[in-house]
């Protein structure tokens, strides 16, 4: 008898069909397999997962401390001279600060006529921290958390080794009412790892006060401008040194990182979040800038006031701050009628002349004469014109100034220099006249070695490079 076994054939023909044809092998000779042909449907293939790659949340970023930092870089120990650490210094055990060219001996002694309600101070023990110290000025911060506010509250700096006497103290008055300058805005440029007070109804990412003083309108992770203020907190790096968990060259924070929970904290400073003007400034609770509330945010621009912080114009040579203070912006280059950065060194950063780990102030000092890494020659030519009726003055310039007077006055870092128009003529600045133009005048950059002729030179002169200017 034969046994018929039919098949209908489904996407599985093949593999049925080989199991039936060995299963007849084990049966009877006569047992037959009939398999039924029909269209092999196109097999459903089951979709493989790819694993979904999990991004880790956001660490917490923590900072470590500039000894950690340079227990590895140790080249870069020159920073420790390079005033930016000491931007901010506590006072410890009662004790003058010490400072590696520059004296603070015996200030503590006559700092008088205070509006602060602490008083004068009695010695070192009634002083909580001093601010700068390296570049320009010292200033004091009492115990309450309020900077020293009076006749002689402040002293310029003096080399190391000076004895600090009553004349050498000088006024400084930002308010004439008690206790009228708190420690506030300052921290973002002073310190590192500076955390706003959060004032603001329902804000409570930050309720505390340093030291719990009441002038101290915020708090900080460590005193000065330490390392990991330009490239970020170091307790991911240090566990695992890689270019990608440390920051080289910082871009600049805007307000949507300082409105975040941290508060920016952890993140890297740019350079010219500090060397700025007031124009620029990110102050809690929006961090909306003056020049963004004018032009429109997401950037650093800022223009050069003419009644700046301390009410002189800020970025040229009658800035009494110093035009280190405001490079950045000066670099920008900002036209304030439109907002448009039209400096040609726009977009360079400090590094791209400045060695940031040595003092440019002290490249005489040891340890720091690669302080600039370009100098101005090794971009421009020195070719100068003549004055008509002169055979002199290019040799003059040529050979007796040198870049940085005209260019360069009181460390400005605006290097363009316009010598058209007498020192108040308005084309020098902003159509509503707050604000200066961004270029240098015949005043800036002529009135150095030509006091009382600056102007007359000027027009005579024209242009001073016969085929590079800056």
């Not at 959060?198 to 309720?207: I, Q």
């Amino acid at each position: 008898m034969m046994n018929l076994i039919h098949f209908r054939t489904t996407c599985k023909t093949l593999v049925f069909a080989s199991m039936l044809v060995m299963l007849s092998a084990c049966g009877d000779d006569d047992t037959e397999v009939i398999i039924v042909e029909v269209p092999v449907e196109t097999p459903i293939e089951t979709p493989v997962e790819t694993p979904v790659e999990t991004v880790p949340e956001e660490v917490a970023l923590e900072y470590i401390g500039t000894e950690k930092c340079l227990a590895c870089h140790s080249d870069k120990k020159s920073f420790l001279e390079t005033g930016h650490n000491m931007m901010l210094t506590e006072v410890i055990n009662d004790e003058e600060p010490q400072y590696p060219f520059t004296s603070v001996t015996g200030a503590a002694d006559v700092i008088e006529g205070l509006l602060n309600t602490l008083g004068d101070p009695d010695g070192w023990k009634d002083i909580k921290y001093v601010l700068g110290g390296t570049i320009t000025a010292n200033l004091f911060i009492d115990k309450n958390g309020y900077i020293m506010n009076g006749q002689k509250a402040g002293m310029m700096l003096k080399p190391k080794g000076t004895q600090i006497t009553s004349e050498m103290m000088m006024p400084y008055i930002r308010s004439t009412e008690p206790d009228g300058h708190p420690y506030g805005p300052c921290g973002r440029c002073h310190t590192t790892g500076w955390k706003a007070y959060t004032s603001a109804s329902g804000d409570e990412r930050n309720l505390f006060r340093q030291d719990d003083m009441p002038g101290m309108t915020g708090t900080f992770a460590m005193t000065g401008i330490q390392c990991e203020s330009c490239h970020g907190a170091g307790s991911e790096h240090i566990k695992g040194p890689s270019k990608h968990n440390i920051v080289k060259i910082a871009d600049a924070r805007i307000a949507e990182d300082f409105l975040a929970e941290d508060m920016a904290n952890g993140k890297a400073v740019s350079c010219i979040e500090c060397h700025t003007t007031e124009d620029a400034r990110r102050l809690y609770p929006d961090y909306v800038t003056e020049y963004e509330h004018a032009f429109g945010e997401g950037t650093m621009n800022s223009r050069l006031p003419v009644v700046g912080e301390f009410g002189q114009p800020e970025g040229r040579k009658d800035d009494v701050s110093g035009g280190g203070r405001h490079a950045a912006a000066t670099l920008k280059g900002v036209d304030p009628d439109t907002g448009v950065a039209m400096g040609k060194k726009a977009s360079f950063n400090c590094s791209t002349c400045h060695n940031p780990h040595q003092s440019a102030v002290n490249h005489d000092k040891a340890g720091h004469e690669n302080a600039m890494v370009r100098q101005c020659t090794d971009c421009h030519t020195m070719q100068f014109s003549d004055v008509p009726e002169s055979d002199i003055a290019s040799a003059a310039h040529e050979f007796i100034a040198k870049c940085t007077d005209c260019h360069m006055p009181t460390e400005s870092h605006l290097f363009k220099i316009d010598l058209e128009g007498a020192k108040d003529d308005p084309r020098h600045f902003s159509a509503d006249g707050e604000f200066q133009m961004p270029w240098l005048r015949a005043w800036d950059s002529c009135s150095g070695c030509h006091a009382e002729d600056y102007d007359i030179r000027a027009q005579k002169i024209g242009k001073i490079h016969k085929d590079v200017g800056f």
